[in-house]
């Protein structure tokens, strides 16, 4: 299979580009500068990396051209920008999936998207779902939760190395978040079992714990505490209003993916505990403590 992955410098296209790769199948993806050092990183994986834009239409159905699938991440918040990113890059993709031939479009949403959450950046993933679907191309929704991979962001990383998890939740609060690896083999996954899949809109979650669940857990993983601290929301919103409205719609209840039953229907993903996680990717950072 050869298929086309947007955003596979960044998690979880990468994570996507790595699953299919370790496959067998082929890989292409874009790069704006394909002498850069991204895509020179991608070059040493083995991906076919082509000059060009994922919210570019024309760009999309060149690199389309001959692939089998095309996988699609949605933007992240970009501010008041945040619908109209998403309109352009989830119709660039629908455009370039339909002129490859019938190309399976993998389209990464949010998990809750559905819901009316009045979360803007949710609600403009909701719209690109509605228009992929209205274009008729043969599609599957993928809508995973918050991602581990956002404590690997340098802000969160030192606090880490300072002791702290800083979040904009109460302590006692559930969160349901996701490893990028574990969207990227069940992408892979999909796009294998293409007839199985076809026209479905999955959910997905590879963990759920508490703020101050997690703080125990990443207290393990460095052998020396870790303390939670709460965020005011008056801080996040200072950041953006999009992202202060989904951290008041995860305090009231956030998502509720049944993880009992996807992990049970699909276990050769081999989902993340979130402690394992940690292990994985945090344990480094966690012992080099800082003042």
Partial sequence: MRALVTGAAVAPGG??????????????????RPGDPTAA????????????????PRSIARAAAGVDAVFAMGSPIEGGLAVEAELR??????????????????????????RGTGVPHFE??????????????????LAPVCLMENLLTPAALLGLRRGVYAA???????????????VGRF?????????????????????????????????????????????????????????AAMFRWLARGGHGVDLGALHAAYPEVGWHRFEDWAREHLAGALTRAVA
Avoid at 124 to 141: D, F, M, N, Y
Avoid at 168 to 182: E, K, M, S, T, V
């Fill in 15 to 32: 994570a996507v580009a790595r699953a299919l790769l370790a496959r067998g199948h082929r890989v292409r993806a874009f790069s704006a």
């Fill in 41 to 56: 990183r991608l070059i040493e994986l083995g991906v076919e990396v082509v000059q060009g834009s994922a919210d570019e």
């Fill in 89 to 114: 890059l989830g119709l660039a993709a629908a455009e370039g999936a339909r002129a490859a031939g019938g190309a399976h479009l993998v389209y990464t949403s949010v998990a809750s998207a559905d």
């Fill in 124 to 141: 403009s993933k909701a719209t690109v779902e509605r228009h992929i679907t209205a274009l008729g191309v043969p599609c599957t929704i």
């Fill in 168 to 182: 904009p939740l109460p302590a006692g609060c559930p969160l349901q978040q996701i490893a990028a690896d574990d």
């Fill in 187 to 243: 992408a892979a996954l999909v796009l294998e079992r293409r007839r199985d899949f076809l026209g479905h809109r999955i959910e997905l979650a590879s963990d759920e714990l508490t703020g101050a669940e997690a703080v125990s857990a990443l207290s393990r993983v460095a052998g020396r505490e870790i303390r939670y601290a709460e965020v005011p929301l008056a801080e996040v919103r200072t950041r953006g209003e999009d992202l």
